[in-house]
């Protein structure tokens, strides 16, 4: 079993559960879980921890930009199809 836990900012905690969404089905072979201020990863064959670090915090990094448009982006749609 291969196992590591990737630390991640306070700042970004309001966004792993939709971050971790995102990247069980991108990696269904991967045991994501929330632990604490990381991401605990497992899996029963290796995997690449660089580019497996680089790949969670652009999901977590994702879900905070997504989360922030989020207005902007309504008010956008209202104006352009008047809804």
């Not at 900012?9 to 069980?24: C, F």
């Amino acid at each position: 079993m291969h196992e590591i836990t990737i630390s991640y900012e306070d700042i970004l905690k309001p966004y792993v559960k939709d971050a971790l969404a995102r990247l069980g089905y991108i990696f269904p072979e991967l045991d994501l879980v929330s632990s604490g201020s990381g991401i605990r990863v497992r899996s029963s064959n290796p995997f690449d921890e660089l580019a497996l670090k680089k790949e969670i915090r652009y999901a977590l990094y994702r879900s905070k930009i997504r989360a922030e448009g989020a207005q902007n982006r309504a008010a956008l749609y209202s104006s352009v199809f008047g809804k």
